[in-house]
């Protein structure tokens, strides 16, 4: 952790307002954080009253750290927060206090009270004292008439403080002590006995059984008792009122407290205790330091209306803040929950449009949003998306698209660390800056190795967005999510909160999120591309920018046109080496053409030059085989859908299909598990493209109406001829007759029918 943050937290936590064993935390925090015994000292110094010169050097040697759970700057921190700091960095807008990954597992939460800011809010002695009538207003705020009160007037001194000296009385109904301390008046002993002025009197809060004082004995978890000491009653005043807290009687001890008696309203004792949980940890959120003791149900507070060394008991005030738990727990939820306030168009639209991100990618992706590539298996994902870090990084562009210059950070979760880097040179190669040359480089391309130490998303988010934040990246790309996914992936809930955790490190880091996800099992050319991606539909509907990639199955006019190509872009790179006066000599037609460069080479270069531009060649051409076919598919919430893109996957970088060689293929679709292969566009008459298009529209209506049933005992989905006239306008754009349909079905259709059941013909070509 770094060591200006950590003194900076230091010098808001006042060692005056510090308990022993939290003054003792703060130097063994500092100790383990490289600290000198000396910065202990000399903070502790501000606490004149406890302070001994040399107790924090012995103190300091003879501390001997725990290994199972070290006292880290993760206790200071939390510690500062609870005195009203907070840290911002001077070159941003980013509030640390929010992310810090502690080693002890401790994270700082978020309050809404600013301590910085109190004024206090004085709190004032009753003009007249009335003691019965303080003690008659706490019992009827607090208790019904038939409720056993338990409470004691009998103290002893122990360790220079006065305790309560036994059980005290708990036979007695709240009514009947009213009746008492109207029938007495203030001469509270006649009701409840003398107590010693020194020390005052207590009360429990929590209705009794009349049998005994034990949580047992409690009948009605109505309250809770919060006291904190560690600042002046006045602010501990401000406090539990700007907290709204459901407080149904607010007392001040006499002392250096005040006793707010928290309405709890609790059915079961396991409520009680989950709900008084929580409301200590707003507190402690909101710096007020509880007297953790004070959590049981049956515990004594203090008295209304009986004196205390001079000084009265009295009630501050009763039935403030919100009216229940419940009302308390939603408007605590609806301060804290950092959502933004509304905003007014009106007044947005005179103050005018608010300028656009700029884009990281040209007409796809802006700055700070989140980008999705989906796909297949052996798509090469992670090789385009270290395309991507290398195109941001240099300012070039990806896919024909032009990307903003800047740093990138590519999280690798997948290789080993000597794998992802050679991946790297190797498409640095491949694109034409040499991984032997990197004067040509910019140093824009971070990498992160991650393999064997990812965890999950919601884990890993405050490291990165901590690490990513001294780098200030343009971009950080995440290769795969499914080594960080949380909750299960077919769970829309629990993605939501998944990719949340994006939302959080573009807007932590302040820069766009870019990640990959795998598609569903099977042929998807039936699909939808935001359907295509595996698991919850929120991985589509999440991103900004959706990038899919589905395979086109190359035939061999396809593979025969890749091998001329590789082999004609092989043997002129062979000859920039060989010989660099070739363009001089090869017409631009030559230069596309196998045939005619190894003829040219056979003619102009030496014989074992010529041979060697015949092996690369013939090396191209074996390379070519291994080449795959894709279309890009985009699905865009700032910016127009683009026309789809057509791509080749030639190891280790992808190529734009400039030719438009590919355009003319459909993707393979899934029908009842089977995968069928469609015909290209190309391919026939202008009469075999209507008679396609036809018998496309009608597998298509076949898989949309079988989507909704179950396959039979064979496996086969059978569907009814109505099902296809009930939504012929639907699927074709107008209605039709059942003899018309059948008709249709048997022109153009791979489907036997029989007795107005259609069923796929088992002889379909695969």
Excluded at 153 to 162: A, F, G, L, N
Excluded at 445 to 455: A, I, M
Excluded at 635 to 642: A, G, S, V
Aim: charged share 30%; proline share 4%.
């Amino acid at each position: 952790m770094e060591k200006e943050i950590l003194l900076d937290a230091l010098q808001h936590i006042d060692p005056r307002d510090l308990n022993y064993q939290d003054w003792y935390q703060i130097g063994m925090a500092l100790k383990y954080e490289g600290f000198s015994a000396s910065v202990w000292d000399e903070w502790s110094r501000q606490d004149a009253s406890r302070y001994h010169s040399g107790e924090c050097a012995r103190k300091w040697e003879s501390y001997q750290e725990r290994t199972d759970k070290p006292v880290t700057g993760g206790t200071l921190i939390e510690m500062a927060r609870r005195h009203g700091w907070s840290y911002q960095r001077a070159e941003g807008s980013f509030t640390w206090d929010s992310e810090f990954d502690f080693d002890d597992g401790t994270r700082p939460r978020r309050g809404i009270i600013d301590r910085n800011w109190l004024e206090g809010r004085e709190i004032h002695e009753p003009k007249e004292w009335h003691p019965a009538q303080q003690l008659i207003e706490y019992l009827e705020a607090l208790f019904q008439p038939d409720d056993y009160i338990g409470y004691c007037v009998e103290s002893i001194k122990r360790d220079e403080r006065y305790v309560p000296a036994n059980k005290g009385c708990y036979t007695r109904t709240a009514g009947q002590i009213i009746e008492e301390l109207k029938k007495y008046g203030d001469d509270l002993g006649k009701t409840l006995g003398d107590y010693d002025p020194c020390c005052g009197a207590w009360i429990r809060f929590n209705p009794l059984d009349g049998k005994g004082v034990r949580n047992d004995n409690v009948t009605d978890y109505r309250y809770a008792l919060i006291e904190a000491d560690n600042m002046s009653i006045d602010k501990q005043n401000e406090i539990v009122r700007k907290l709204e807290l459901p407080i149904a009687a607010l007392v001040y001890s006499g002392g250096k407290s005040v006793h707010a008696i928290v309405k709890i309203d609790a059915s079961s004792y396991n409520e009680y205790r989950k709900r008084v949980d929580k409301l200590y940890q707003v507190c402690e959120e909101n710096g007020l330091t509880l007297d953790k003791q004070n959590r049981n149900p049956s515990r004594l507070s203090r008295m209304p209306g009986v004196t205390r060394a001079g000084k009265k008991q009295f009630l501050i005030d009763k039935n403030i803040g919100q009216d229940t738990w419940n009302d308390w727990m939603e408007w605590y939820s609806e301060q804290n929950d950092d959502l933004p306030d509304f905003i007014n168009i009106k007044e947005r639209y005179r103050a005018g449009r608010p300028p656009l991100k700029p884009c990281v990618i040209d007409g796809l992706l802006r700055y700070g949003h989140k980008m999705l590539i989906s796909g297949p298996s052996k798509a090469g994902k992670s090789f385009l998306q270290i395309e991507l870090a290398i195109a941001i990084a240099e300012g070039r562009e990806w896919l024909g698209m032009k990307c903003k210059q800047g740093r990138v950070l590519y999280v690798n979760f997948e290789l080993d660390e000597d794998s992802c880097t050679n991946r790297i040179f190797d498409v640095y190669d491949a694109i034409g800056y040499p991984s032997d040359s990197t004067d040509a480089w910019s140093d824009n391309l971070e990498v992160w190795n991650l393999r064997g130490k990812s965890v999950a998303m919601d884990k890993l988010a405050p490291s990165l967005i901590r690490r990513a934040r001294k780098t200030n990246p343009l971009a950080i790309i995440l290769d795969p999510i499914y080594k960080v996914i949380t909750g299960d992936e077919n769970s829309a809930e629990q993605m939501a909160l998944f990719c949340n955790q994006f939302d959080k490190v573009a807007t932590e880091v302040g820069c766009s999120v870019i990640y990959c996800h795998h598609h569903s099992k099977g042929a998807q050319g039936g699909k939808k591309s935001m359907d295509r991606a595996s698991g919850s539909g929120v991985f589509a509907r999440d991103p900004d920018a959706l990038l899919d990639l589905i395979e086109l199955p190359m035939k061999d006019k396809q593979y025969d046109y890749m091998a001329n190509k590789l082999a004609c872009e092989s043997v002129l790179h062979y000859l920039d080496g060989v010989h660099p006066a070739w363009r001089d000599d090869i017409g631009l037609d030559d230069r596309e053409s196998k045939f005619q460069l190894l003829g040219w080479c056979d003619d102009h270069l030496t014989k074992e030059q010529a041979a060697e531009a015949h092996r690369i060649a013939s090396r191209a051409e074996d390379d070519a085989r291994h080449v795959t076919a894709w279309r890009v598919d985009c699905t865009l919430r700032e910016f127009k859908k683009p026309e789809p893109r057509d791509i080749f996957f030639s190891w280790p970088i992808h190529k734009i299909d400039t030719e438009e060689y590919l355009k003319d293929i459909r993707p393979d679709v899934e029908i009842n598990g089977k995968t069928f292969h469609q015909r290209d566009k190309s391919d026939g008459s202008r009469k075999a493209a209507k008679a396609e298009q036809e018998r496309l529209a009608i597998t298509n209506a076949y898989t949309l109406i079988a989507t909704d049933k179950e396959p039979d005992d064979d496996g086969v989905v059978r569907v009814r001829l109505d099902d296809f006239v009930e939504r012929a306008e639907e699927i074709f754009g107008k209605e039709m007759t059942k003899p018309g349909m059948r008709k249709k079905l048997k022109k153009f259709g791979d489907f036997d029918i029989d007795n107005g059941i259609v069923t796929p013909r088992e002889d379909t070509d695969e």
